[in-house]
């Protein structure tokens, strides 16, 4: 196959889901924080980093939950999820009905493969302009950005998962008279489901990361707006504290998505751990 | 013979791909007829699977055709039901044992207590009524392949195709899957063609015994067993006709094999030599 390099990334994440998360690496994995939070909190007080402009750790969660106890945050953050819940919802749907379309329609799969080829890398923020420019300032222009970067981790996903149905599996549905609907919700939509999944997993990361930077360059309202108002009235530990909250978001969305896969894909683990083949 | 149901008349199949041409059967002609339990027995290589797909509407022959009930056979007939070998793949691991075998039984626009009884009655028949909500995959090989094969079952096939379904079962499940089949195929009345690499599976299982030739693949001959229509697996595997009858098998592909290539060998193979457990060929295709 001429299309290597686009393998999706869920062979990559299968031993994650298989392997039980033991004690001792979340303690590690706990401990590392620690001592991260210590370093920032030691680097500034010992005058090694400016405070100026690196403000102890403790500082930084001080202006985070001051803030918190604003009504302005959580509208902010609002906006934020907002942007992002609809971003995602739309790549999901564009990006899962075409992907099905393309993955199973031999024909269509190679007269757009060199296109999604082409457009897939396009960075979302590259469209910042043209956003601006087709759809002015505002959350249209936000949810473009959004679309735009989720869509092909979801699309190129579920292609490659449509293909990966088993051809044993496609005679038995063919066999057994199995329409074309009943194809598609029995055997190519389960077996594209882990692709599926982890093109949301992709998507809902990236979807955020773009619903933030569109605050950010100010196209858009939300947590990245209040992270660049900050920046420009010196609120040095507030800046800190908003871009620790985007993360801790971020860490919630993997959460999320991490276990919904695990939830939807209880079968394909096991099957992969007792049946083999 | 009872009325021909299945008719095969020249079937050949030519597999044509990237500068490669297969002549995987070069001229097969046969009929089966209703109710009939006939096992087609072959080296590994011989076209079996590619015999089995052409019957079962899955390939099409390069010449010659299928006829069922009269019907020129161009697709997967509604009537037909196949037990593929690999089960492991066939059945869809997201689904219960219930949820497969009720699948294809939705397309057949059963209603649900129709339905519900079908699936019922085939999971007792192969002796699994007890493990409907478990996932195929929580199964050893011989249950998958009894679900497998309830599924088929449960569709109420005239004709029941099985392509080598016990090849990857070990020898003591293998012996029961057999009983069960010869059972299901008293109880049913289903029409069963069996393909297998096992002269003793062939030998023991069928009314009719159809030998292939290796590739390029002819019938050598298609042979009645006259064996006692009860079978057991120690007394039948021990009667001196059973062996007979193996040993004959045997000797025709050996024949085949060696008409193919040195002439003069072939006096030299005796059934004798093959007294234990002869199959065609040691390892089977996987
Ligand atoms: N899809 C295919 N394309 C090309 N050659 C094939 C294909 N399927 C089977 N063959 C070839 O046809 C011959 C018969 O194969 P098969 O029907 O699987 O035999 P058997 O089931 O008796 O082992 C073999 O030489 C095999 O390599
Ligand atoms: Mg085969």
New binding site residues.
């Given amino acids: 196959m001429s299309t290597t390099e686009v393998r999706p990334a869920h062979a990559g994440a299968e031993p994650v889901r298989r392997r039980r998360p033991e004690l001792p690496s979340a303690v590690l994995g706990l401990g590392g924080l620690v001592v991260f939070a210590a370093l920032l909190e030691l680097l500034p007080r010992t005058g090694i980093v400016s405070a100026d402009y690196f403000p102890p750790f403790s500082e930084m969660v001080r202006a985070l939950v001051e803030a918190a106890g604003t009504d302005r945050f959580w509208a902010a953050t609002a906006e934020t999820v907002q942007a992002w819940g609809i971003g995602l919802g739309i790549a999901l749907v564009a990006g899962i009905g075409l992907g099905l379309l393309i993955g199973s329609v031999e024909l269509l799969r190679r007269f757009t493969a060199s296109t999604i080829e082409f457009l897939r890398p396009v960075p979302s923020v590259a469209l910042i302009p043209l956003a601006v420019l087709l759809l002015g300032l505002g959350l249209q222009s936000t949810l473009l950005l959004v679309v735009y970067a989720s869509f092909w981790q979801i699309l190129i996903q579920v292609v490659y998962g449509v293909q990966d149905v088993d051809p044993v599996a496609r005679e038995t549905a063919r066999s057994y008279h199995l329409g074309r609907w009943a194809r598609v919700r029995y055997l190519i939509w389960p077996t594209a489901l882990p692709y599926v999944m982890t093109g949301v997993r992709l998507g809902a990361a990236v979807a955020l990361i773009l619903a933030v930077t569109a605050g950010l360059v100010g196209i858009g309202t939300g947590l990245g707006a209040e992270i660049a108002l900050a920046q420009s009235s010196n609120a040095v530990p507030l800046v800190y504290g908003l871009v620790i909250f985007t993360g801790l978001l971020g860490v919630v969305v993997n959460l999320v998505a991490r276990a919904l896969e695990r939830r939807t894909l209880a079968w394909h683990s096991s099957v992969r751990a007792d049946v083999g083949g | 013979m009872t009325q021909p149901l299945l008719d095969v008349a020249g079937v050949q199949k030519t597999?044509t791909?990237s500068g490669?041409t297969?002549e995987?059967v070069r001229d097969l002609t046969f009929s089966v007829g209703d109710g009939e339990l006939v096992c087609i027995v072959?080296?590994?290589?011989?076209?079996?699977?590619?015999?089995l797909k052409c019957i079962a509407g899955l390939l099409e022959p390069t010449a010659g055709t299928v006829t069922l009930a009269g019907a020129r056979v161009d697709g997967p007939p509604e009537a037909m039901a196949v037990v593929f070998q690999e089960y492991g793949r066939s059945l869809y691991p997201w689904m219960t044992v219930e949820g497969n075998v009720e699948l294809p039984l939705k397309q057949k626009k059963l209603d649900k207590a129709r339905r519900r009884e079908l699936v019922r009655d085939a999971l007792e028949a192969v002796g699994l009524a007890d493990v409907h909500s478990a996932y195929p995959w929580q199964l050893s090989g011989g249950m998958q392949q009894r679900v497998a094969i309830a599924r088929a079952v449960a569709y109420e096939p005239k004709v029941l195709l099985m392509?080598?379904p016990f090849a990857a079962v070990d020898a003591q499940t293998r012996a029961d899957l057999e009983d069960l089949i010869r059972s299901l195929w008293h109880k049913l009345g289903v029409t069963i063609l069996f393909?297998t690499?096992d002269i003793d599976e062939s030998v023991y299982l069928g009314q009719r015994v159809l030998v292939l030739s290796s590739?390029p693949t002819v019938i050598m001959e298609d042979l009645a067993i006259d064996l006692p229509d009860e079978r057991t697996q120690l007394e039948t595997r021990s009667s001196p006709r059973f062996a007979e009858l193996r040993g004959h098998v045997y000797e025709q592909i050996q024949l085949a094999k060696h008409r193919k290539g040195d002439q003069h060998q072939r006096d030299e193979v005796t059934p004798a030599r093959t007294a234990h457990g002869a199959t065609v060929a040691a390892q089977h295709?996987s």
């Fill in positions: 597999y791909g490669r297969v995987a072959g080296p590994s290589g011989a076209g079996k699977t590619t015999l392509d080598e393909v690499h590739s295709d």
